[in-house]
């Protein structure tokens, strides 16, 4: 059993940055592909990032790249994601997630085996 807990959202102005962390329990993190999802009002939770279990491969969707970063800390059980150049339509809660697969990084909301409770984010315009 794995639990994930976010935090670091909140109210930005478009064009500002925001750091989303996402803490895990469990002594097999490293195993885990981490991603995050988000969920804008009325619409399907949407893939956004992830990292492999040695952090060497990342995936992102075309809509963050260039301004999202995703990170990981084995030692500290911890995902981040760091979010820059944030535009109004970031606006939804973010999930964080685990994917028990190894070695392969997925983007269907279905792989994924543990999820958090969530994390507003809110851009202004």
């Known amino acids: 059993q794995v639990q994930l807990v976010e935090s670091g959202g909140g109210l930005v102005q478009a064009g500002g940055s925001l750091r989303l962390s996402c803490a895990a329990s469990?002594?097999?993190?490293?195993?885990?592909?981490m991603g995050w999802f988000r969920q804008a009002p009325g619409k399907e939770r949407e893939f956004v990032s992830a990292?492999?279990?040695?952090?060497?491969?990342?995936h992102y969707a075309d809509a963050v790249k260039g301004r999202f970063t995703i990170s990981r800390d084995n030692a500290k059980n911890t995902v981040t994601l760091q979010m820059n150049s944030l535009k109004p339509e970031d606006t939804a809660v973010y999930y964080c997630?685990?994917?028990?697969?190894?070695?392969?990084?997925?983007?269907?909301?279905?792989?994924?085996?543990?999820w958090g409770q969530g994390t507003q984010v809110t851009v202004s315009s």
């Open positions: 469990g002594r097999t993190f490293s195993r885990y592909v």
């Open positions: 990292i492999s279990g040695n952090g060497g491969m990342t």
């Open positions: 997630a685990a994917d028990l697969i190894f070695g392969v990084i997925r983007t269907r909301t279905d792989a994924y085996i543990y």
